[in-house]
């Protein structure tokens, strides 16, 4: 789909209300483009996992100018499925991020933390 007004304008096609009850939301979804302005922003919320974090931050239902009732989870839901055809899974979006020798650099700070530690003589 596009911009977050536009899926405002289709969640009030499906459930009613209007689209400033619906913006909130879809704007959430949309804020990684912060960080990167092209569709790559997506794989961290457009995914099953997202559309659940969505409610646990806005709740279970919003209450539209209607005073309709409208489960958060269908309109992440609706937002997924428009912008991608589908609702993928997180595992979906990492299977797709080709690995660099940075990302398993992790140091094992362990000996330099835990007192109890073997000290190697």
Known sequence: MGHCYHHALSSVRKWGGEPEDYLPLHQWFDESKAITA??????????AEGIFMLERFFGTTI??????VIPVRLV???????DLGFIPSFADWVRCIRPE???????????DLDPFEAVAA
């Open 76 to 82: 992440g839901e609706q937002h997924v499925r428009e």
């Open 63 to 68: 209450t539209v100018s209607t005073g309709r």
């Open 101 to 111: 020798p940075w990302m398993g650099r992790a140091q094992p700070i362990h000996r």
């Open 38 to 47: 092209d569709f790559r922003h997506r794989a961290l919320r457009h995914h």
